[in-house]
């Protein structure tokens, strides 16, 4: 059963323009929400998080985006940047399994000059 | 501050052997989860460790097991190992509860 699905396994975009990341989740009780960039024969690097009290967060080119309602949420880098090319992973997790994060399985994106 | 240390980066076993990886969290963090990452299922959590007490734990056999030493430092070990453990052993660290967890590089570890 998996709980957090990313329905694209890679996406590929034109330096300069927008990249989507989507990310869907079916546990009602997760709360806390991640995405995570992450480069052969490296562990994940951090990117942004939001919590489910909010419906938007913002660092510099990248945005979450979560709707509660569709069990939803998505990442936009803009503008998309070459070094931009990874892995991006979303996670989720609960109150009562606060460390425990559950990772979709990743979307390769490929950022074309 | 330095990040989050994992020894050794790679490692060659024989089916039937153990193996203990060692993590070492970034300076004053005192959660260490570990993640195994397979090609087949994606990132998985193994178990996390709060001030030297396993706090939450994932579907893995037994033969999984992990402990933190006083100085946070962490240790997870896989005894008869199987060729289905090869994988990236993945460990995080956070400063405590509903913090951001930040990654290692991982230990590769190949069972033949």
């Known amino acids: 059963d998996q709980q957090v699905k990313q329905n694209s396994p890679s996406l590929s975009v034109q330096e300069g323009r927008i990249s989507i990341l989507n990310c869907d989740y079916t546990?009602?009780?997760?709360?806390?929400f991640l995405w995570y960039k992450k480069y052969p024969a490296e562990g994940p690097t951090f990117l942004i998080s939001?919590?489910?009290?909010?419906d938007k967060n913002e660092d510099g080119r990248f945005t979450v985006f979560l709707n509660k309602s569709a069990k939803h949420l998505s990442l936009h880098i803009v503008p998309s940047q070459p070094g931009d090319s990874a892995v991006y992973f979303c996670a989720a997790s609960s109150l009562q399994g606060a460390q425990k994060l559950v990772f979709g399985q990743g979307t390769r994106l490929t950022i074309n000059p | 501050k330095a990040g989050v240390t994992q020894t050794p980066r790679y490692l060659i076993k024989t089916r039937g052997q153990q193996v203990t990886l060692s993590c070492s969290p970034i300076s004053g963090h005192r959660s260490v989860s570990w993640y195994q990452q397979t090609p087949g299922q994606g990132l998985q959590f193994l178990f996390e460790y709060f001030s030297e007490t396993q706090r939450n734990k994932g579907n893995f056999p037994g033969r999984f097991s992990g402990r933190q030493f006083s100085n946070s430092r962490s240790e997870m070990n896989v005894s008869t190992l199987e060729l289905g453990d090869s994988a990236l052993y993945l460990c995080?660290?956070?400063?405590?509860?509903?913090?951001?967890?930040?990654f290692g590089p991982g230990t590769r570890l190949l069972v033949l």
């Open positions: 939001i919590s489910s009290i909010k």
């Open positions: 995080a660290s956070s400063l405590s509860d509903k913090e951001t967890q930040y």
């Open positions: 546990n009602s009780m997760f709360d806390y």
